[in-house]
């Protein structure tokens, strides 16, 4: 099983839209919380309304995390008007989580801080998905990386396999998905660091070849970010 508490004191967390990284985002801010004093969780989404770290503050700081976000996250505004606080994440000896919008578009925010990260030590970890559009295939995944490296002027260290189709995940889609994740971190040169694997498929896949048992370095998430439609469903 992959351990949180492995990753650097400071990780960004970058990726295809849809992805899931702000879910891998907030579970990792969670897990660390349970070990280090304090932990702060970065909304850097200035673009996506819809699945941002800053929409789950209250749940977080319940569990110890301090989360900072741009002024106009949680609506539907695409100025990039980043907090000053943003700049306190680099002066603490908290843990710190940068959860960065989707694509070259999101990483564009996390450029503005590049010289300060690239300063301190630090992660950049490359969420890919199988099942996104755009990202189905390793080369296609591998290419959209250079993009989000080229606008952000930083370089990921790893990458993490958190292929997914919500609700419809199935412990087949999560083992289907490993040759594409293995494939991807080949081409890219980087250390395929964890598979997010859902809760409540760790029991069906434990008796499973590959399966969450046997996967390297599987990490067991739950599922806190969902749409309006679907809570309202």
């Known amino acids: 099983m992959f351990n949180p508490n492995s990753i650097g004191r400071f990780t960004v967390i970058t ?37 941002r770290s800053s929409d789950y503050t209250e749940m977080l700081r319940e569990h110890g995390v301090r989360v900072i976000s741009p002024t106009f996250a949680g609506t539907t ?3 990039p ?23 070259d578009v999101g990483a564009t925010a996390l450029g503005r801080y590049a010289k300060e990260v690239a300063a301190i030590d ?3 970890l490359y969420v890919i998905n199988r ?6 295939g390793p080369g296609e995944a591998a290419a959209l990386l250079g993009e989000i490296e080229a606008a952000c002027h930083l370089k990921a260290t790893g990458v993490v ?18 040759p594409f994740a293995r494939e991807t971190a080949s081409l890219l040169g980087l250390p395929l660091l964890f598979t997010a694997v859902p809760h ?3 029991e069906e896949l434990s008796g499973t ?25």
């Open 15 to 51: 990726g295809h839209y849809g992805s899931g990284k702000t879910n891998l985002a907030i579970n990792l801010a969670l897990d660390l919380a349970k070990a280090e004093d304090e932990v702060l969780l970065v909304d850097l989404d200035i673009v996506n309304p819809y699945f």
């Open 77 to 79: 505004l695409d100025t």
């Open 81 to 103: 008007s980043l907090s000053a606080a943003v700049h306190g994440a680099f002066d603490t000896r908290a843990a710190v989580i940068f959860d960065v919008g989707g694509d």
């Open 122 to 124: 630090h992660e950049m």
């Open 131 to 136: 099942y996104r559009n755009l990202t189905g």
């Open 161 to 178: 396999n958190n292929s997914h189709l919500k609700a419809e995940t199935t412990a087949a889609t999560v083992l289907d998905s490993l």
């Open 200 to 202: 409540g498929l760790l």
């Open 209 to 233: 070849p590959d399966a969450a048992g046997i996967v390297e370095n599987a990490y067991p998430v739950q599922i806190h970010v969902r749409t309006p439609w679907e809570d309202a469903s």
